[in-house]
């Protein structure tokens, strides 16, 4: 069983940035690929960013590539998600999902079907 937190998110002008940050409990973590997905209201749950066990591989949604940055550190069981030059559209509650299910170091799951636990979600709202 591995427990997610996330912190991190708040209210920020378009062109900031913010730095989430998800931790994860569990001794099994480092084996774990894990993701970030958002969910703005009326909208399906999309994975923005994703990194795979081995910390080599990483996805990015086309409108968060260049901008969004994905990265973990084993030794703190946290994976963080860097956003810079933020818009309006980035509003959204933002989640950290972990996969437990992936055997290969360099898969890196993106369907939320291929994840098995989830945080609770912190908002980030980018005012114009």
């Not at 480092?30 to 909208?43: D, E, I, L, N, T």
């Not at 946290?78 to 996969?99: G, I, R």
């Not at 291929?114 to 945080?119: A, L, N, R, V």
């Amino acid at each position: 069983q591995v427990h997610l937190v996330e912190s991190g998110g708040g209210l920020v002008q378009a062109g900031g940035s913010l730095r989430l940050s998800c931790a994860a409990s569990g001794r099994t973590y480092s084996s774990y690929a894990m993701g970030w997905f958002r969910q703005a209201p009326g909208k399906e749950r999309e994975c923005v960013a994703a990194i795979g066990r081995s910390g080599l591989n990483t996805y990015y949604v086309d409108s968060g590539k260049g901008r969004f940055t994905i990265s973990r550190d084993n030794a703190k069981n946290t994976v963080y998600l860097q956003m810079n030059s933020l818009k309006p559209e980035d509003t959204a509650v933002y989640y950290c999902a972990a996969d437990r299910r992936s055997t290969s170091w360099g898969y890196v799951p993106r369907a939320p079907l291929e994840y098995d636990y989830w945080g609770q979600g912190t908002q980030v709202t980018v005012s114009s």
